[in-house]
Nanobody, 115 residues
Framework: QVQLVESGGDLVQAGGSLRLSCAAS????????MGWYRQAPGKQREFVAG???????NYADSVKGRFTISRDNAKNTVYLQMNSLKPEDTAVYYC?????????WGQGTQVTVSS
């Protein structure tokens, strides 16, 4: 069993920055993929950024140039650096990891951007 725990969500003013973290624990041998999704009130969950093992990062068009995803394999942790935040970035942010062919999800962390 694998558990993901996110942290770093907060209330921030537009134009500000936040860094989200997501650490995995449990029976982990290798993590093939790490990513971030978000869900705003009344909307479906949407892809934000992803980083496969040994592959290129990819981003949603809405966050390109503002968000940066990175990972620390030794710590089984994925990060999301969010800069130039906008009110439309307000959402619950979820991390996801692909471990042994199964997708795991964190509980979510709230990011609120005030105008």
């Amino acid at each position: 069993q694998v558990q993901l725990v996110e942290s770093g969500g907060d209330l921030v003013q537009a134009g500000g920055s936040l860094r989200l973290s997501c650490a995995a624990s449990g029976s982990i041998f290798s993590i093939k993929y790490m990513g971030w999704y978000r869900q705003a009130p009344g909307k479906q969950r949407e892809f934000v950024a992803g980083i496969p093992t040994g592959g290129d990062t990819n981003y949603a068009d809405s966050v390109k140039g503002r968000f940066t995803i990175s990972r620390d394999n030794a710590k089984n942790t994925v990060y999301l650096q969010m800069n130039s935040l906008k009110p439309e970035d307000t959402a619950v942010y979820y991390c996801t990891m692909l471990v042994a062919g199964r997708n795991y999800w964190g509980q979510g962390t709230q990011v609120t951007v005030s105008s």
